[in-house]
């Protein structure tokens, strides 16, 4: 589904940064940062225009041959790694940040992988979210028709429980991004301390 979303010449989100992102990354310390179910890589890009060091991980491989010329329009380097969520590994202590912006999983893998985030993350280190709710469905302006793949507080105060939430609550905002993401969205938004 994913290489067929982004076999467009045009990005399916756009090329700006996820404005929750954009508005919150400072509070990830400066170093490697690890970003989840990436795309086509605006926010890898945009990190690393201000300095960090991005790792994007993303199951679609046409989705990464479009991050990676991002990164070349935009004059930056990121690390790109295709593999499945299911089966990639996050390693212990090594990343200074973690984000995780509108990453689609079901609930099981969902929790697995955000409990190996946890993990992940050094001391200090900072996971940043921001997710679809499952009002979202009553918007059907994007995140897909599956309640099963949207997020909770209380899943994510379950899965991250570890950390130390600075920002943490569900909102509606305006999303603009490309032409899958477009108009009232149902969302959680989270900043969250190892």
């Known amino acids: 589904m994913w290489d067929e979303r982004y076999a467009d010449k045009d990005y ?16 990830i310390p400066q170093g490697r940062v690890l970003s989840l179910a990436e ?29 990676e010329m991002l990164a070349k329009e935009k004059g930056v380097e990121i690390e ?3 593999a499945d969520l299911a089966e ?5 202590d090594i990343w ?12 099981e893998l969902r929790s697995q992988v955000y409990k190996s985030a946890v993990n992940g993350l050094k001391a200090g280190g900072v996971f940043l979210l921001e997710a679809y709710t499952p009002e979202q469905l009553k918007h059907a302006t994007g995140g897909g028709k599956s309640i099963d793949s949207m997020t909770t507080k ?3 105060l379950s899965d991250l429980g570890r950390l130390n939430f600075s920002q943490l609550q569900e909102i509606e905002r305006d999303v603009i991004e490309g032409i899958y993401h477009t108009g009232k969205g149902a969302v959680i938004q ?5």
């Open 12 to 27: 399916a989100y756009g090329k700006e940064p996820n404005t929750f992102l954009a508005e919150n990354y400072q509070a």
């Open 39 to 67: 795309g086509e890589g605006r926010n890898a890009v945009f990190l690393a225009q201000k300095g960090y060091s991005v790792t994007a991980v993303d199951g679609s491989e046409v989705g990464l041959k479009k991050a």
């Open 80 to 82: 790109l790694i295709h």
């Open 88 to 92: 990639f590994d996050i390693g212990e």
């Open 96 to 107: 200074d940040g973690i984000i995780s912006i509108f990453c689609p999983l079901p609930t």
């Open 154 to 156: 209380e899943s994510l």
């Open 190 to 194: 989270a900043v969250a301390t190892k």
